[in-house]
């Protein structure tokens, strides 16, 4: 190598040094004291003029990134045992530890929560003294549960669940006397402890047609969804009042605030949330009944539109309530054969069908399939339903336009009857409501 090609070699200032490294004079300058970058100097004192080689700076750099790599492997290596006994205890030791509630029973006016071995972890004396019992509790719990009416489900009381996300199940629990007048009906959430994080009660004192009706309101079902799907939980409150027509289903959040509410002019059964549209937001599916028209009902609500009351008129409409609120308000033929007759024939169970159709069961046993644009496409009878109503035309109890031979010819009759709120009036065309802005 001849002197131009050596001096090309070498790096005779902090500055060349520095930009061959491509970064500061102050880090190459800290280098040399904290991990030996090989520079040199053309006197011992500090002060003298530096240089370096570059195929020892680039041996310095090669080393160096390669003792990095094995300390952070090291480091992981070092981790994975920890990182190994954090998500096992995450998954199997926290979730399941004595402190955990896991399970419950009711103990007189106690609610008692038990842990995974069945032992008590805390209880909580409501004072309620008729208090429904542990069997009546038992079948509202966690879950909707299908009742001796088989096309009506028991909806959950007393659900235990991380509703906040931290890791820790919270408890929440409707209290539920037998009889109105040992109590009212509140909602609870307790945190792992026993400790009541907040409460609810539900209903309040509102107007329809002439009459006040009392802020007195039975809670019949609870539910926890991730409506909107951003990992923060709803709490669903649904309740009626105790002595009329009124119904609040309730929108709450994971602190137990009161976000959103709807009125329905007679009793909500069943709910369901499906993402009918693909716009990553599930819509409210509600069934029951209406009393003013005496018929079973469907409805389905926007998640970002919960409010107001259902299209209503007279007696059974609140001047306090928007109407109009719904994407769907849909009534369905109640049948009048006489003594078997199931007043109101309200909706009961209702479930999605192979991701494409709504399937809504009357209390009778009339089963409607509707797709996702609410267009009826089936009717089904249920075995029970065909008996009683055979029996019924038998004896020439059957009235009006349903008073037909078969049930091919019911069918024919009733689809017809299937009605729709346009926003303004009722129709037998399939048309959305008009959806307002609160």
């Not at 970058?37 to 004192?45: A, D, E, Q, T």
């Not at 007393?158 to 909602?187: T, Y």
């Not at 024939?345 to 509707?370: C, H, R, V, W």
């Not at 019924?392 to 009733?414: C, H, P, R």
Request: neutral net charge; glycine residues 6%.
């Amino acid at each position: 190598m001849d002197g131009e090609d050596k001096q090309k070699e070498i790096l005779i200032s902090w500055k060349e040094i520095a930009d061959y490294l491509d970064c500061k004079v102050r880090s190459c300058q800290r280098w040399e004291k904290e991990a030996g970058l090989p520079v040199r100097r053309y006197s011992n004192s500090s002060k003298s003029r530096v240089f370096a080689y570059k195929e020892e700076i680039s041996n310095w750099l090669e080393n160096k990134t390669l003792n990095e790599k094995k300390n952070t492997a090291k480091y992981f290596y070092f981790l994975i045992p920890i990182i190994g006994f954090v998500l096992i205890y995450m998954a199997f030791i926290f979730p399941h530890s004595p402190s955990q509630p896991h399970d419950f029973r009711i103990d007189g006016s106690d609610l008692v929560t038990l842990n995974q071995k069945n032992k008590e972890i805390w209880r909580y004396d409501t004072g309620i003294k008729g208090l429904n019992d542990e069997e009546y509790y038992r079948n509202h719990f966690q879950v909707k549960r299908l009742s001796k009416a088989i096309h009506y489900k028991k909806l959950p009381l007393i659900i235990i669940r991380d509703i906040d996300n931290n890791g820790i199940k919270e408890v929440l629990f409707a209290q539920s006397p037998i009889d109105n007048n040992f109590g009212k009906h509140r909602l609870f959430c307790f945190n792992s402890k026993g400790k009541i994080i907040w409460e609810f009660n539900p209903g309040r004192e509102i107007k329809f047609g002439k009459k006040q009706y009392s802020s007195e309101y039975k809670i019949t079902g609870i539910y926890v969804v991730d409506m909107f799907e951003d990992n923060s939980p709803e709490i669903i409150v649904i309740s009626y009042n105790i002595d009329m027509f009124p119904t609040q289903f309730s929108v709450l959040n994971n602190k137990g605030e009161l976000l959103r509410e709807y009125w329905n002019s007679g009793r909500i059964i069943d709910y369901y949330f499906y993402d009918l549209d693909n716009d990553q937001k599930k819509e409210i599916i509600l069934t029951g009944c209406n009393n003013e028209y005496g018929k079973g009902c469907l409805l389905v609500l926007d998640p970002d539109f919960i409010s107001g009351g259902s299209p209503q008129t007279g007696y059974y409409k609140s001047t306090e309530l928007k109407q109009n609120i719904e994407k769907y308000y849909i009534l369905l033929p109640a049948i009048d054969f006489g003594a078997i007759s199931i007043n109101r024939d309200p909706l009961g169970n209702i479930q999605i069908i192979d991701e494409k159709l709504i399937s809504a069961t009357s209390m009778s046993g009339i089963y409607f399939e509707f797709d996702f644009n609410f267009k009826l496409k089936e009717i089904r009878f249920s075995d029970k339903f065909e008996i009683l109503y055979n029996e019924a035309y038998q004896k020439g109890i059957t009235k009006d336009k349903f008073s037909v031979k078969t049930m091919s010819e019911l069918k024919t009759k009733l689809f017809p009857e299937i009605l729709y709120y346009n926003g303004k009036d009722w129709s037998s065309t399939p048309l959305s409501a008009k959806t307002k802005k609160n």
